[in-house]
């Protein structure tokens, strides 16, 4: 192994495996920390963990586990990822991650950058923007878990973490690889250790990732990955397994709130099996499994979606009604035996939709390794269990994915273009 990395969520993990196998890592996906060694032909492996939105002690725990294990599978350097939208609090997970990290493997800095302008998402004098909008306006303000109130990411990181935070302006990405790494040794100088990043381009988040060939630890969204292969001799034109994909019954459990969802959401109903979860029937138990599974069985053949996604106005709301962990918990809950019932009844094509979704439903299948096959929409790669069950799935961030998301991904998972 070569690089070694974990992402705070499951959609992030594949995300950031998605970047590293198209810029030609030979790449693979673990859902939590295996308890064996890691697979020996792979050069880089995303440990992907459930780590977002809990306890930051917590936090801090399962991402020293992952990097202990990284590093005794011979990493050489790791990376931690995170959303490109920053999804934290004031008193998040971030910047306690990366503190702690820091400290174990004895780096003086690491460099912070979010941006991951193939999304919208890019980074300029410190600030956090979305397309033509600052975060703060993009609708993350209203995330129902992690609004996201400063665009500042300098400012909300700082909030965090006692560490010293610098700033690596876009006049220095833009000079190149030089600049870059003077600049970053001044931080150092200066006793800064989390260093933001702006970046605005592809060609910025390459310049970085050249300049960072001898940084033991760096953070940040996926993007950040595409210029680490090179560093190594990789080069994005080398052969890849071909992704085989499974042709059995597919299913839709989606989960998120965000509006990419909801649009996806509203297109895919148009012409096919729906059912909306409805947050109160699940508290009060009018809503019951057995006819949610009655539900996709009778439609198994044509790809059935299950969804709790609403409107943020609808979210706060039922959370106002009947606590927001305890929803959250629930809904979760729900749809992971949804997905283990279904791989159970032969369901081999699992896409799920939101962090929190897709954590739940793909930690069913265990500490399972996944091979990274071909991209659905930018951030979002086909997945394949490696072993002899033959499951493909697609774990998609809220935020990612065209409006035809859902119909592309029932497709490609069944290993067709």
Known sequence: MLLGAFGDDFTGASDLANTLARAGMRTSLTLGVPAGPAPADDEAVVVALK????????????S?????????????????????????????????????VLAVLDAPLALVCPAFPGTGRTLYQGHLFVHDRLLSESGMERHPLTPMTDPDIRRW??????????????????DG??????????????????????ATSNDDLIALGASLRDHAFITGASGIAMGLPANYGIAPDRATPAFVGAEGPAVILSGSCSQATRRQVDIYAQDHPHRAID??????????????????????????????????????????????QVLAE??????????RIAIERGFTRIIAAGGETSGAVAGTLGNAVLAIGPEIDPGVPALQ?????PVAMALKSGNFGAPDFFAKAVTLLAGKA
């Not at 590093?71 to 306690?96: E, H, M, V, W």
């Not at 990181?157 to 833009?174: C, D, E, F, N």
């Not at 996709?296 to 609403?310: C, G, Q, V």
């Not at 809904?331 to 997905?339: K, P, Q, T, V, Y």
Request: proline fraction near 5%.
């Open 330 to 339: 629930r809904i979760e809950g729900l749809f992971a035996e949804l997905a």
């Open 157 to 174: 990181l700082q909030r965090q973490t006692p560490l010293k935070v610098g700033h690596l302006p876009h006049a220095v990405v833009r």
């Open 64 to 100: 020293l586990g992952a990097t202990a294990w990284l590093k005794a599978n011979g990493a050489r350097q790791i990376l931690f990822k995170y959303c490109s939208t920053f999804d934290s609090t004031p008193s998040g997970n971030i910047g306690p991650v990366a503190e702690a």
């Open 279 to 324: 947050a109160d029937a699940v508290m009060n138990g009018s809503l019951k499994l057995d006819a949610l599974i009655d539900f996709i069985e009778t439609h198994r053949n044509a790809a059935p979606m299950l969804y709790s996604s609403a409107d943020p106005e609808a979210v706060a709301a039922a959370q106002a009604r009947h606590s927001r």
């Open 177 to 198: 690889t030089s600049s870059i790494r003077s600049a970053l040794a001044e931080a150092a100088g200066r006793g800064e250790r989390l260093v933001v990043a702006d």
């Open 385 to 389: 269990l490696r072993g002899t069950k």
């Open 51 to 62: 780590s977002r939105s809990i306890d930051p002690a917590e936090a801090v725990r399962l």
